[in-house]
Structure formats: C-alpha cells, structure tokens
C-alpha cells in the first residue's frame, strides 16, 4: 500500500520518522490519525519516541526487523522504551546521526566512509547484517541518499554506475535511481519504505510514485 502524507507538517517524513517491516518510529507529536494511516500504509505499529528529546527521529535512528541503531546521545530512558519493542544499540564517538549515517535492510548496511570500526562492530551485531561503506551520488550521508527494503533499493539519481554495482552486490536486489517531494534527489529524506508498502511526501509526483514502486517492487 502507498500513501502521501507530511509528517510534522513537513514533506521530509525520512528526516522525522523511521520504520521496517514491524515498527515505524515517530515524533511525540504526532497525531494519532496520522499514526493510524502510518500503520495502515506501511502494515506496522507505530510507537512514538525521542531521540535526545529530538524529533529528527529518521536521522538519528536506523534499523531493520532484527534491531536499531540510534545515535550516542540518546537518552536512557528513550532507549529503554524503544527496547521494549525490539533490540537496539547506540553508536559511539562523533559520527552518530544514525539515519543519516546507515541504509539497510535485512541482509546488509551501507554506512558512511568514515565511521569507526567500533561502530561497524555495533551495527553487524544489533542489525545482524553485512556492512559496507560506501558513497551514493559522492554523498557520504548514504541514509538520506537512498532507501532500501527487501524487496528492492531506490538512490539518488547521480549515483554512479560503480556505486550501483557496489550496491546490486552488496544487497543482492536490483537498484534503480529515482527522486522525491517533486525532484529531491535525497530519496531517503521523503520516504519511508519496508516490503509492505511505503509512504512519501505530500510534494511526490505521479512519475515519481511510479519510479519508486518499480524499485521497490510495488508494481
């Protein structure tokens, strides 16, 4: 199922939100109708949080159906509450702005070129995949210039054809380029995707809409 909607009035739902095939992961105040289409749309519970009384809850959290990663700074007793539902782990040192930081889904991650064995340490542990570090469209923040399921991966539309190829690989899916809320190239800040459906910003495009159900295996 698809759906457009804004999150926190705002189109950029990857910056504000974060979900995999049993949770999405939402600001505090969000409303409980948009939660409700939220669960509807993408056939997961949705379960408020914070990230450090933050509601960048997309670019400070990442996660697949066997775990999440948050950035370090998150607060006790947020990560306490999100481990009621489901494993999860901080990373450490300077780079943690997980969302920004990780695309993954069930089976591998691509992370941002500079982050810290430690922090790959972490990740294959709490998300139980392969890691790879890598660019998508020379960008570092590899969670904001792509999206993955397990069904498929969407980029940023000047991803190379090495980082593809780096890519097919890596998470053994097709990979298709594609953009959001009326040509952002920065697919994973207007998207929130899992092998059930996916939910974009109300700024989308038909043609858009159509390019991400290819990749993503909608259609």
């Given amino acids: 199922m698809e759906r457009k909607l804004n999150i926190s009035g705002s189109p950029v739902l990857g910056v504000f939100a974060t979900c995999t095939d049993e949770f999405v992961f939402v600001p505090y105040e969000t409303t409980e109708e948009l939660m409700a289409e939220l669960e509807e749309a993408l056939g997961v519970k949705a ?35 999100i481990r009621k539902h489901i494993k999860a782990a901080r990373l450490s040192a300077e780079l943690n702005a997980a969302g920004n930081l990780i695309v ?16 790959i340490g972490i990740i294959e542990k709490t998300l139980g995949v392969v890691v790879k570090k890598g660019t998508i469209g020379g960008l570092k923040t590899v969670g904001m210039a792509a999206s993955a399921t397990n069904k498929g ?33 920065l697919v994973g800040s207007g ?25 993503l295996g909608f259609n």
Avoid: Q, Y
Wanted: aromatic residues 4%; proline residues 4%; glycine residues 12%.
């Fill in 47 to 81: 379960i408020r949080t914070s990230v450090a009384g933050s509601s960048l809850i997309g670019s400070l959290m990442c996660g697949n159906s066997k775990g999440i990663i948050t950035a370090g700074f998150i607060h006790e007793r947020e990560i306490r509450a």
């Fill in 104 to 119: 993954a889904n069930d089976t591998a991650a691509l992370v941002h070129p500079d982050i810290s064995d430690k922090n």
């Fill in 153 to 185: 991966v969407l980029i940023h539309p000047k991803a190379t054809n090495s980082e593809i190829a780096v890519l097919e690989e890596l998470f053994g899916l097709s990979v298709d380029i594609g953009t959001v809320n009326f040509g952002s190239p």
């Fill in 191 to 215: 998207l929130l995707a899992n092998s059930k459906g996916f939910v974009v910003g109300e700024e989308t495009t038909g043609p858009e809409i159509g390019r991400i159900e290819d990749a």
